[in-house]
């Protein structure tokens, strides 16, 4: 379990009782042998993280491809996940997108990051923590533009869940303004970048 007390409130939810183990990631690769050594000798286990799906910006990837090189089997069980929540609220396309995680939490490499990404054409999505959101939504605007189109999720699934829409500079004077809105865990699904059309190109040379 990511956190065992979070994941011991499930349980007795459930009215289940079972032996736990912390695993995240600060003693992923400790716990690793441990954990493999029960696993081949025919035990199994449920990997649970906090909240949403494992090894989706959660623990759980050294574990998985461990077992995946050692011939383990991983049977993966849906459930609640941000990322998907997100996107299939924003009002953005769908067909094509691309996660990045977290970005940098330092403001000239998270800029350098969004850089990197202004001219992907599939729509972003980002997850986000309180303490950063409002100066992640102003390095949006000034590296991807502040009339680009995006939803800001918060709290998907729970019990104040809002989503925000509208242009970035739109949703960062509302999260602004609103001290709530800078609470709890967040998804941004932002535009990708536009097709060039024809007026876009530069002229060519006489």
Known sequence: AEDTRHTGRLLTHLGLKRPMLALHEHNEREQLPR?????????SIALVSDAGTPLLSDPGFPLVRACRELGVGVV??????ALLAALSVSGLPTDSFRFSGFPPRKPKARREFFEILSTESATLVFYESSH???????DL???????????????LTKLHETVLFGSIAEVER???????????????????RPARTADDLPEEAA
């Open 132 to 138: 950063r959101v409002l100066a992640t939504l102003g």
């Open 141 to 155: 605007a000034q590296v991807l533009g502040a009339g680009r189109e995006m939803a800001l999720a918060r709290e």
């Open 76 to 81: 993966p069980v849906p459930g609640a996940s």
């Open 35 to 43: 954990l493999m050594t029960r696993l081949q000798a025919g035990e």
């Open 174 to 192: 509302q999260a602004a303004l609103d001290v709530n809105h800078q609470k709890g865990e967040f998804v941004l699904v932002v535009a990708g």
